[in-house]
């Protein structure tokens, strides 16, 4: 793999990661949508999607990005609201984001008409002009944007989503925040000197100069001070630095984001432009300072006041004179395997040098042979550890499941969790997926009733599903909870009769009635819905988790 | 092949075609050493050229200033693509896209340490 299929490799896994971040908020969403907290998060999880995936060549997936995050971008500044509908079409985008990413990776197909017809929908949503799913393309159409482009583009925006005139002034962002709620525009002084290993990483400063133009009007100053002769030039590091002024809405950790791919392979520093860090743009290019003096081609670090603020927070950061205080770093899971398997073939090595010491009765090797058996078990205990995960992301990615099923099912269901940071190995934090979806299937579709008949039984019309972990000796006990009307006993124990299951005299406990439902083809829906009713599920449920060497038991009471 | 070295008796022309980014910049850069090495003047000919990057421009420059100290000349062949143009004029390079446009005299403006780009 080359180094820059490497680093969209890297924009994938990082971009997944914001998807996860954007489901849980758009879900969160659902149940409070006026959270300004949670329309922020969905916001930048689509603005940090769209740039990476501008900054590594995934155009598609920024594309369309674009249009959502514009959405969100409207929500977050009080221009439209985060209606279930916004919401729905807004997770509908995060797969289709999914599907664009699969795609790219080789794993199915995008469909190019879902992008439109979520793209037709949020039209209708926001009253925004169609938007083309290939064009315009977010950096593409704005490879050399104008002050006047900028505006305009703004100004339509506004025009459409608002229905009311908001005026911005020439040179802001390229988006649709109007003055009132953001401040005038502001200029800043930012200097980027791109790393040794920058372009190595894949990325493109190019690209992300445009995208500081997509934020404001740029005025910048390539110096070339550190370009060597050709003969000593390394073609694959950028010499090149710039010095830049950008004149926007934007707040610093906005303009930040720009770099967020690339912070730590470069010296970045922005900070609010001072009088004197302006007046050169002010003035024309024939009084403009001669290329002796550098003002504008020098390093920021030249200047003591800069050169004391770069390594400053909030608005400097130099990455070169950090530590590299990283707490955690990515691992493909098949190395973490193979470290497993090798372990595993150590302590059987470990085993018998541990029977061939104990033959001689050599006191050296016994010694050697006990502290490798030391330290065997000591690695064993920490590559095991290594593997061990949370269940939280699998109980949040169930967020979405109860979301959508409650949607399609007409109910309301409230999905809470507990003991999310319960550890399970990967292996079987993997496996667990299935069989609890199963059972969340069949708990919304057959346990948890509609609201009119939760109200009709007195019930709050939400119902609970409950979803919990926790450690029980040696195991983990994971339980799947809801307050709807439980099992029916009696059609459980009848239907097995009528399968053959059991007979009519068969004396059952309660648990063992209530494990019939585990049985291969057993349902006692009455109907087969999308949702569950071929009494498949369960039977599945049963099998996987047997083969993790678990368990089921099955509780209920009427409700 | 994106990037050829053609020689004749007056000058070396490097010509660029498609893309041209950091995976051929090692290539380009051996092309723009032999043709400076040639002793004759060195024309650059981007016309079939896509799209340039940062290792293309910053080559360009370090070659235009290499041959400025050996007093050769450092030429475009006109017209120069717009997207090398723009690339040139987003990196803040106006002098060598100014030198690179279709109505300028092909020889590249006096070095400086610096290049400024304001927005249009």
Redesign the interface.
């Known amino acids: 793999m080359s180094t820059i299929d490497k680093y969209k490799q890297a924009f994938q896994e990082e971009a997944r990661e914001r998807l996860v971040e954007l489901e849980a908020a758009l879900l969160a969403l659902s149940q409070t949508p006026a959270d300004p907290e949670l329309v922020g998060s969905a916001f930048r999880a689509l603005h940090t999607i769209k740039g990476s995936g501008s900054m590594f060549g995934f155009d598609d997936v920024a594309a369309f990005t674009h249009h959502i995050e514009t959405a969100f971008d409207a929500v977050r500044n009080g221009r439209l609201t985060a209606t279930p509908d916004l919401i729905n079409l807004a997770l509908a985008a995060l797969d289709h984001i999914k599907a664009m990413l699969d795609q790219a990776n080789g794993q199915g197909t995008a469909d190019p008409s879902v992008s439109a017809q979520i793209l037709a929908k949020l039209q209708e949503l926001t009253g925004t002009p169609a938007p083309n799913p290939q064009e315009p393309k977010p950096l593409e159409k704005d490879k050399l944007p104008t002050a006047a482009a900028n505006t305009n583009d703004t100004h339509s925006q506004c025009e459409t989503e608002t229905g009311t005139k908001t005026g911005t002034r020439a040179g802001t962002r390229a988006d649709t925040r109007t003055e009132t709620q953001t401040g005038a525009a502001q200029d800043w002084h930012i200097c980027f000197q791109p790393g040794a290993d920058l372009l190595r990483n894949g990325a493109n400063p190019l690209l992300l100069l445009r995208q500081l133009r997509q934020l404001g009007s740029l005025h910048l100053m390539a110096s070339t001070d550190a370009i060597p002769a050709i003969a000593e030039l390394d073609p694959d590091r950028c010499y090149v630095s710039w010095d830049l002024v950008l004149t926007t809405t934007a707040t610093a950790d906005e303009i930040r984001d720009v770099f967020i791919f690339v912070e730590d392979s470069c010296e970045l520093a922005i900070k609010p432009a001072t009088p004197p860090a302006v007046a050169p743009v002010a003035i024309s290019a024939a009084e403009a300072p001669a290329p002796e003096t550098k003002l504008w081609g020098r390093r920021a670090t030249d200047h003591p006041e800069n050169a004391q603020n770069l390594s400053s927070k909030p608005w400097g950061r130099r990455a070169y004179d950090t530590p590299d205080n990283a707490s955690s770093i990515r691992v493909p899971a098949p190395k973490l395997d193979q470290l497993v398997n090798l372990v595993g073939e150590l302590v059987t090595v470990q085993a018998r040098l541990g029977e061939i010491a104990a033959g001689r009765e050599d006191p050296i090797m016994a010694s050697v042979s006990e502290e490798v058996e030391r330290l065997t078990a000591a690695l064993r205990e920490n590559s095991m550890s290594i593997r061990m995960l949370p269940i939280r992301a699998t109980f949040e990615r169930f967020r979405r499941l109860v979301h959508d099923l409650a949607r399609d099912l007409h109910k309301e269901v409230e999905l809470s969790t507990e003991g999310a940071e319960t550890e399970l190995d990967k292996t079987v934090i993997d496996q667990l997926g299935d069989p609890l979806m199963h059972l969340i299937r069949n708990s919304m579709d057959h346990g948890i009733e509609t609201a009119d008949a939760r109200r009709a039984a007195g019930k709050r019309p939400t119902a609970d599903l409950h979803l919990s972990a926790r450690h029980s000796g040696a195991q983990v006990l994971i339980s799947v909870a809801d307050d709807g009307k439980g099992i029916d006993r009696e059609a459980v124990r009848s239907r097995a009769m009528e399968k053959g299951l059991i007979t009519p005299e068969a004396q059952l406990a309660e648990s063992e009635i209530f494990s019939l439902i585990l049985a291969p083809g057993f349902s006692t829906a009455k109907q087969i819905t999308d949702v569950s009713g071929r009494g498949v599920g369960m039977d599945v449920v049963r099998r996987n988790v047997e083969a993790l060497r678990g368990h089921i038991e099955i509780a209920s009471q009427p409700g | 092949m994106p990037i050829t070295l053609d020689r004749n008796h007056a000058s070396c022309v490097v010509r660029l075609e498609g893309e041209i980014d ?1 995976c051929c ?2 290539e ?2 051996q092309a ?2 032999d043709a ?1 090495a040639s002793g004759t003047g060195l024309e650059i000919d981007p016309s079939h050229a896509t799209t340039v ?3 293309v ?3 360009l ?3 235009h ?2 041959a400025g100290k050996k007093g050769v000349a450092f030429t475009f062949v006109t017209p120069t693509p717009e997207s090398m143009n ?2 040139m ?5 106006e002098k060598l896209s100014a030198a690179a446009g279709p109505d300028q005299a092909s020889q590249v403006p006096a070095l ?9």
Do not use: N, V, Y
């Not at chain 2, 400086?112 to 249009?120: F, G, I, L, V, Y």
């Open positions: 950091i910049a090692a380009l850069k723009l050493l400076l990057d940062i290792t421009i910053q080559l420059w370090a070659a200033r290499e723009a690339a004029r987003e990196a803040g390079f400086s340490s610096s290049c400024k780009s304001e927005p249009a």
